[in-house]
Every structure is written in structure tokens, then in C-alpha cells.
């Protein structure tokens, strides 16, 4: 096959919108979109819900409220939304350059561009985690099938590694509003917590949780901005060949994180959930699936994306779920079996020769 005819990965998803069903003038204007400016915490977020909540209600504000309102909504001016961000509706992308997924495109003619639609090869792989929270699906999901309630409230960054300086003999003090110690060297991301069960003060019924996106090989995107403000906004091939790295996502980001967390989680009698969209699953060496929840490890949920014909965006939805032990977890993020060392000296020795 030439290179004309290889697909390339470009655009999926561009700020939450299908990039080949935007306007010629909308790509132009994301082209030329810069992300500058403070972003607003998450406390600064939650005031200005307050505030605009208020104001909806005809509820006066005070000199200090007004004035707070004022300088929050001036930083939000011309900021583009992310609309994956969980219920805030007020979160804006701090992605640079804004790409949430990729997707595989054809050459047609004149240099424009077709996706590739009817294999699995035409999906979107999601390259923002954030593309993962939409509507916060994913936690709902999760807390249903390992906690028995789908709204488990969700914690964030939670301290679990300690230092090798700390002294295990000392009794561990909560710190004040939920940070960690100094001496915590490591944290799970995400924890859910089932409230409706509790023993005593600690939480009983909890699940450790992560989400994998995916990474991209090749030229940053900001090469493909400028293409697409050269040709007028038009939908064009991409310029330049790209893929996504499941090789850095898998081994050497996320299989670190299991390795590390999983088995403590094991003995505390725990479970880590991983959320991942079905191209990236897909791309991983087989693993042996267990039977039921109560021999696994580890439980992969995956999610797919299904196309709104009305709003023009894609949806995330659930594909699937897959119970496994960390060995077999580890044998599919390795992607395959080392070969034996009669096979591994013949490839020396070829080396050689050549």
C-alpha cells in the first residue's frame, strides 16, 4: 500500500466536538484559540456556582460576593468549556491544544480527509482522562458493580505510599482536611466510598480506581493547527504520521501503578478498578479472565463511544467489564511472552553478521 493510501490518526474529538463535523469556520477559530489566562481552582468554581445560583434567585450578593463574581467571570471570557468534566459545567480545558481523542482518517481527493468508519479501527481513542468522566458514567458504573451503589462518593488523590523514613510503629495521624504528610511519597487517585456501609469511624466498603487514557507518538499537534488555518478550515488529511503509544501508556505507566498498588490492596481484600476505552484493551496481550468479581484482582471497565446524530458529539457508553488477577493483568500489558534464549542468541547472531 503507498503512503497516500495509509491511514493516518488526526483529529477525533476537539474541545468535546466531533472535529469532522465541525464548520470549516469553527476549526478555524480553534486553530487560532490560545489557552491563556489563570484557570480557576476547583473552590473557585464551586463560589461561582454559588454566586450564579444566587443571582438566579434573585438573592442579593454583598460588596465582597460581587466583586469576587466579577473577577471570576472576566477570567472565564472566551475560555473554551470542557463538557467531560464530570456535572461542573463551569470546568474549563487545560489540555494544551484541547485534543480529547484521535481517529484513523483516509485520503480522499484533493487532499481532504474521510474517517474511517466500519471496523474498529475507526473508533476514537480517547487521549485526555478527562474524556473518561462524561457525566460521570464511569463512577456510577463502577460503584454499582463493586460497592452495590451507584452513587458512592468519589475521593480524591488519597495518600498510600509512605516514605521508608517513616516509622511504621507510630501511630498515623489524619491530617487536617484530608492532606497528606510530608512523608507520603505516593497516592491512589481515586477512591469511592460506599457511605451506605460503614464499620465503626473507617470506611468499610471502598475501591481503589484509575483511569487510563492514551498517549501519541510523533509531531505535537500544534503542526496540524497551522494546516488547518492554511487550508481555510477545511477537513484535511493530516499532515504528519502519528499513533498512539499503548508501549508508554501500558507498560510503563499504568502496569507501575498496579504493581505497586494492587497487591496491598490484595491483602486488605480490596479491589482497583481501571477504566479504559476498547481500542486501548484491544491493543493489550490476552489475559485470563476469572469467573466472578470475588476471584479477580482487578476489574477492567471498558467504554466505548456511540455518535449523537442531533447534538453532533459522541457519547460515552459502556462496552464491557473483565475480571482478572494481577499476573494476568501484568501478562497482557507486557504484550506477549519472552522468547526463548536459543531464539534471543540466533537474533544476536544476526546481528552480528550483518
Known amino acids: 500500500m503507498s503512503d497516500k493510501k495509509v491511514p493516518r490518526f488526526g ?9 469532522s463535523d465541525l464548520s470549516k469556520k ?40 460581587e466583586a469576587s463574581l466579577a473577577r471570576m467571570q472576566k477570567l472565564m471570557e472566551g475560555r473554551e468549556q470542557c463538557p467531560f ?25 484533493n487532499n481532504r480527509a474521510r474517517p474511517l ?21 464511569v463512577f456510577s458504573w463502577v460503584g454499582e458493580v463493586l460497592l452495590g451503589n451507584s452513587n458512592a462518593k468519589m475521593l480524591r488523590e488519597v495518600p498510600f505510599l509512605k516514605s521508608a523514613q517513616s516509622n511504621a510503629t507510630e ?14 511519597v505516593g497516592q491512589i487517585d481515586m477512591v469511592l466510598v460506599n457511605e451506605e456501609v460503614s464499620f465503626g469511624e473507617h470506611p468499610r466498603d471502598w475501591c481503589a480506581l484509575e483511569i487510563q487514557a492514551v498517549y501519541f507518538s510523533g509531531k505535537e ?18 499532515k504528519s504520521a502519528r499513533r498512539p503509544d499503548y508501549r508508554s501508556c501500558g507498560p510503563k505507566r499504568l502496569m507501575p501503578q498496579l504493581l505497586t498498588k494492587v497487591p496491598t490492596l490484595r ?29 479477580c484482582d482487578i476489574v477492567w471497565f471498558l467504554v466505548d463511544y456511540e455518535f449523537d446524530q442531533t447534538l453532533k458529539r459522541y ?34 547472531r544476526l546481528r552480528q553478521d550483518r
Not at 468534566?85 to 484541547?98: E, F, I, P, R, S
Not at 499537534?221 to 493530516?238: K, R, T, V, W, Y
Not at 480490596?270 to 493489550?284: E, L, N, P, S, W
Request: glycine content about 10%.
Open 315 to 348: 457519547k460515552l457508553i459502556r462496552s464491557g467489564k473483565v475480571f482478572v488477577t494481577l499476573e494476568s493483568a501484568v501478562e497482557g500489558l507486557t504484550c506477549g511472552k519472552p522468547s526463548h534464549q536459543v531464539q534471543f542468541e540466533s537474533q544476536l
Open 26 to 65: 469553527d476549526r478555524r477559530r480553534l486553530a487560532e484559540y490560545k489557552n491563556t489566562g489563570k484557570n480557576l481552582s476547583s473552590d473557585e468554581r464551586t463560589r461561582l456556582e454559588k454566586y450564579l445560583a444566587k443571582q438566579a434567585a434573585h438573592e442579593p450578593l454583598s460588596k465582597r460576593e
Open 117 to 137: 468508519d466500519g471496523s474498529a479501527e475507526g473508533g476514537l481513542r480517547a487521549t485526555c482522562p478527562h474524556r473518561l468522566h462524561e457525566g460521570n458514567m
Open 267 to 295: 491483602r486488605w481484600g480490596k479491589k482497583m478498578a481501571v477504566v479504559v476505552d476498547k481500542a486501548f484493551f484491544d491493543a493489550m496481550g490476552p489475559m485470563v479472565a476469572v469467573g466472578d468479581v470475588s476471584n
Open 11 to 19: 483529529i477525533g474529538e476537539w474541545y468535546g466536538r466531533s472535529f
Open 171 to 184: 501511630p498515623e495521624q489524619a491530617e487536617p482536611d484530608g492532606g497528606g504528610s510530608d512523608k507520603d
Open 221 to 238: 499537534m500544534s503542526e496540524e493547527f497551522d494546516a488547518i488555518l492554511e487550508s481555510n478550515g477545511d477537513l484535511i488529511f493530516p
Open 85 to 109: 468534566k464530570g456535572k461542573d459545567q463551569l470546568a474549563v480545558c487545560t489540555k494544551k491544544g484541547g485534543v480529547c481523542s484521535l481517529r484513523l482518517y483516509e485520503r480522499a481527493d
